[in-house]
């Protein structure tokens, strides 16, 4: 697997390749994560409304506050869900964006590292598959390696990083 994983820190063209590969299908993805964040907005909206509506209802007299305090810790813990899908539905629209940079990042640890790739010690070799988040994994007569680009500082955008043949 070594092997492998250190052809592609010589060649981050690899990598490339990879994620073009994998953006192909990010138009349809684009599309589905923009309509259901759409959604969750006006979602959030309707439960700004609701809240308001509880409060008039106690305010008038309708209801008590035991009941008013019910509500409205039941559409705070919505609210709260909503807001953290709209966060993880952003950063997926984002996702392309920072994948550029993150290849730009790649290719500079690459650059950093390829020299040394033959004469680094087994633990060093470790540390640079926790920091790349390798995992292989057998199907279709394949080896497929998967990880992370790093970006030091920035949540890990995973996507496959390529499939060999066995050797």
């Known amino acids: 697997m070594w092997d492998k994983v250190a052809e592609g820190l010589r060649n981050p063209d690899l990598l490339t390749q990879q994620y073009t590969a994998w953006r ?10 923009s309509n259901r964040l ?3 907005t006006r979602d959030l909206e309707h439960i ?3 809240r308001d509506a509880w409060l ?4 008038d007299g309708e209801i008590d506050r ?3 305090r019910d509500e409205q810790e039941r559409l705070r813990v919505r609210q709260v869900g909503l807001e953290q899908e709209k966060r993880a539905l ?9 994948m550029e940079a993150n290849i730009e990042t790649f290719n500079e640890f690459c650059s950093t590292v390829s020299d040394r790739l033959d004469d680094l010690t087994f633990e060093e070799k470790q540390k640079i598959l926790r920091l790349l988040n390798i ?3 057998v199907g279709d007569g394949k080896i497929y390696l998967s990880g992370c680009v790093p970006t030091w500082g920035k949540d890990r955008q995973k996507f496959d990083y390529s499939a060999f043949e066995p050797d």
């Open 90 to 98: 952003e950063a997926i629209l984002r996702q392309p964006e920072d």
């Open 38 to 40: 759409a959604q969750v």
């Open 56 to 59: 008039e209802l106690y305010t």
């Open 66 to 68: 035991n009941r008013l």
């Open 24 to 33: 192909k299908g990010y138009p349809q993805k684009l599309e589905q994560t």
């Open 135 to 137: 995992q292989g994994r």
């Open 48 to 50: 700004a409304k609701k």
